[in-house]
């Protein structure tokens, strides 16, 4: 039947991923949260002293991505541009190689527009390596537990069969095998597992829900906690080279969390994994030396 998808018209496509997703039990999350760009055009161009609506959410947007933190908590609730919003979209704008106007110009919005990592680029304000970072604290897998065994568990049905799941993250960690002593095995047994995979919709339990489609596509924890979970709202692709445009590439941000996984945080290297943003639509299936020297620095040779 999967095969057969590809070949409907996309309004039939996205009816049968509801389907399925009733049919899983897992769409009845009766409040979904809007998905976040969509009220950026009222908050375009406005800068600091102005009140516009909406722009909490962008408040809300640099607080959970590590930019922004106000210690009366009142004032993510306000649309008020002050001087902390200010210097928190400069640093952003910094992070993303934007001319750092501290204004949310056309640059900025589109970047806050593109689908992203739900982990944090910065954490306490400051951005410590010009390119790669490194979770704050340093965690790491230690030298004797270099080989991992790797579960795949769900709480919701995504668009993409158990099938291809396996296949496109044997790929991805394949690729971090490659240039590191790591070595991966999948493994039917949770008990046996040092990192579980699996997708999850909305609020799943562990303090970082999910948005809906758009927004943040997944997220993991730093070792030796081992768990990376795909938002299953996204429409992924397979793990084949065929991408559709409205696709998010699970090969990709699988090699991406799994930087995460093991100790890599956001680098500001476009060509990096370890970049934070990815268009849907987009392929980038390789690691760069960016990614290769974190992870050398990382554990050493
Ligand atoms: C899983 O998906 C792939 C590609 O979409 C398809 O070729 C395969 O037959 C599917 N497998 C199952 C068990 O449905
Ligand atoms: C951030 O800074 C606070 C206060 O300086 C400190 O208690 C906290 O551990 C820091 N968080 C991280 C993740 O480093
Ligand atoms: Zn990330
Ligand atoms: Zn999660």
């Avoid at 680098?267 to 990096?272: K, P, Q, T, V």
Wanted: glycine content about 8%; charged content about 25%; some cysteine.
């Amino acid at each position: 039947m999967a095969k057969n998808l590809l070949y409907l018209s996309k309004a039939s496509f996205l009816l049968l991923i509801q389907l399925l997703a009733i049919q899983s039990g897992s769409f009845t999350n009766a409040k979904r949260i809007p998905e976040f760009p969509k009220s950026l055009k009222d908050v375009e161009e406005s800068q600091k002293g102005q009140r516009v609506q909406g722009l909490r959410e962008v408040k809300h947007y640099l607080n959970k991505y590590g930019y922004l933190n106000y210690e009366d908590s009142n004032n993510f609730e306000q649309d008020e541009f002050d001087e902390a919003l200010k210097v928190a979209i400069k640093t952003y704008q910094t992070f993303f190689h934007l001319k750092a106007t501290g204004k949310l110009d056309t640059d900025t919005i589109k970047q806050m527009s593109m689908p992203r990592c739900g982990v944090a680029d910065i954490i306490n304000g400051s951005l410590t390596h010009p390119q790669f970072t490194f979770i704050p604290g340093e965690p790491k897998w230690p030298h004797y537990k270099h080989h991992l065994q790797y579960a795949i568990i769900s709480s919701a049905i995504p668009n993409v069969n158990l099938t291809e799941v396996k296949k496109a993250v044997k790929y991805a960690f394949g690729e971090w095998a490659y240039f590191s002593d790591f070595s991966f095995e999948f493994t039917d047994y949770v008990g046996h597992a040092d990192l579980i995979l699996g997708f999850h919709r909305g609020d799943h339990g562990d303090g970082k829900a999910f948005d809906g489609p758009g927004g943040a596509l997944a997220h993991a924890f730093p070792p030796t906690n081992g768990r990376l979970h795909f938002d299953a709202d996204e429409i992924w692709s397979d793990s084949s080279y065929r991408i559709r445009s409205n696709q998010v590439d699970l090969v990709g941000i699988s090699m991406h969390e799994i930087g995460h996984l093991l100790g890599l945080d956001h680098s500001r290297d476009e060509l990096a994994i370890m970049y934070p943003g990815i268009a849907k639509g987009q392929i980038k299936r390789s690691l760069s030396l960016d990614d290769r020297d974190g992870l050398l620095t990382l554990y050493g040779s």
